[in-house]
Nanobody, 119 residues
Framework: QVQLVESGGGSVQPGGSLRLFCAAS????????MGWFRQAPGKEREKVAS????????VYDDSVKGRFTISQDLAKNTIYLQMNSLKPEDTAMYYC????????????WGQGTQVTVSS
């Protein structure tokens, strides 16, 4: 089982930036895909971005394309989500997740980090 710990959330004004971090430990080499998800109050959880372990496949939700960037440092077992041009609708709890099925299903989840975009 992979353990995931997110950090980097906070409050920011519209147009601002934040960088989220996800530190992975445990059975990390079993994971072949990592993803960032978010869930806003009263809404379903949605996938924001994912990246395969080789780094050859990166997928973004249409709502964040051109604004968010997912990246990874395999040596540090860390996944990043750089979020620029933040909008109020980006406000949500953000979760890091690991998959051993090439992004089809995500079986390990972090506790989440809150992102609030407000003026």
């Amino acid at each position: 089982q992979v353990q995931l710990v997110e950090s980097g959330g906070g409050s920011v004004q519209p147009g601002g930036s934040l960088r989220l971090f996800c530190a992975a430990s445990g059975y990390t080499y079993s994971s072949n895909c990592m993803g960032w998800f978010r869930q806003a109050p009263g809404k379903e959880r949605e996938k924001v971005a994912s990246i395969t372990r080789p780094g050859d496949t990166i997928v973004y939700d249409d709502s964040v394309k051109g604004r968010f960037t997912i990246s990874q440092d395999l040596a540090k077992n860390t996944i990043y989500l750089q979020m620029n041009s933040l909008k109020p609708e980006d406000t949500a709890m953000y979760y890091c997740a690991a998959s051993n099925s090439w992004c089809i299903d995500f079986n390990s989840w972090g506790q989440g980090t809150q992102v609030t975009v407000s003026s």
